[in-house]
Each structure stands twice: as structure tokens, then as C-alpha cells.
């Protein structure tokens, strides 16, 4: 269901980092998944509540049904983890599910970057 995308860069943070999660669901089970649609966001809403999700949405070319949630964790596999509870993966609803670590590098997020970039 998701994967990883490989980092280019060896970036060294003490703090959690931030992923870009990109969700793609199964159009074909529409009615369904707006049914699931409020726990789903509720269970979003929880994990905003604790400073684990700092944002999501809809991506407004793919219609309501593609998403992008950033959230702060310690690695992709804990990502992988705390999205294992989404209802909409118990339900079967994501399509594909792409992990990938972000770092900000101007406005939020970006406190203490290292302008000289750490290529290796």
C-alpha cells in the first residue's frame, strides 16, 4: 500500500522530521468511502491534536478523493505505522500510499536549516 522514496541527501535533525504523504484511493468505491469519510478526518483530527499531523487535504486537481497530509515522525517506518490506524486503510480505501521525507527549507518548518547544503 505505501512506499518509501528514497532520500538524496543525508539530512541530520535532532527534532522529528516531517513526510509528505500522498494517499490515492479507489474511485470506484465512492459512496463508500464518503461513508468513512468523518472518521477518517476525525482520526486526522486526533493526530493534529497531538502535533503529529501538521496538515491535510484534498488535492484539488484529483477531485476529494487524492490527498496530502504532512506529518512529523522519527522515520518512515513510523509513518507506515501510525497510518496502519487511518480508517480509510483498515477499510482497504487507498489505492497507494507514497512516503516521503520532506525538508523545508524556507518558512515553516525551515527554523535552523543549514543553508549550506550537506550533498553526500
Not at 477531485?63 to 515522525?73: C, K, T, Y
Not at 523545508?104 to 553526500?120: H, K
Request: hydrophobic fraction near 40%.
Amino acid at each position: 500500500m505505501c512506499s518509501i522514496v528514497k532520500r538524496q541527501f543525508n539530512w541530520h535533525y535532532e527534532a522529528m522530521s516531517l513526510y509528505m504523504i500522498e494517499y490515492t484511493y479507489d474511485h470506484s468505491l465512492e459512496s463508500l468511502i464518503q461513508s468513512f469519510r468523518p472518521a477518517h478526518r476525525q482520526f486526522l483530527r486526533d493526530l493534529h491534536s497531538r502535533d503529529i499531523v501538521v496538515a491535510s487535504g484534498f488535492l484539488r486537481d484529483r477531485g476529494e478523493n487524492d490527498a496530502l497530509i504532512i506529518l512529523r515522525a522519527n522515520s518512515a517506518q513510523d509513518v507506515f505505522k501510525i497510518l496502519a490506524d487511518d480508517p480509510f486503510a483498515l477499510q482497504g480505501f487507498v489505492e497507494t500510499c507514497k512516503i516521503r521525507e520532506w525538508v523545508p527549507t524556507i518558512g515553516f518548518g525551515a527554523e535552523g536549516f543549514d543553508t549550506e547544503f550537506p550533498f553526500s
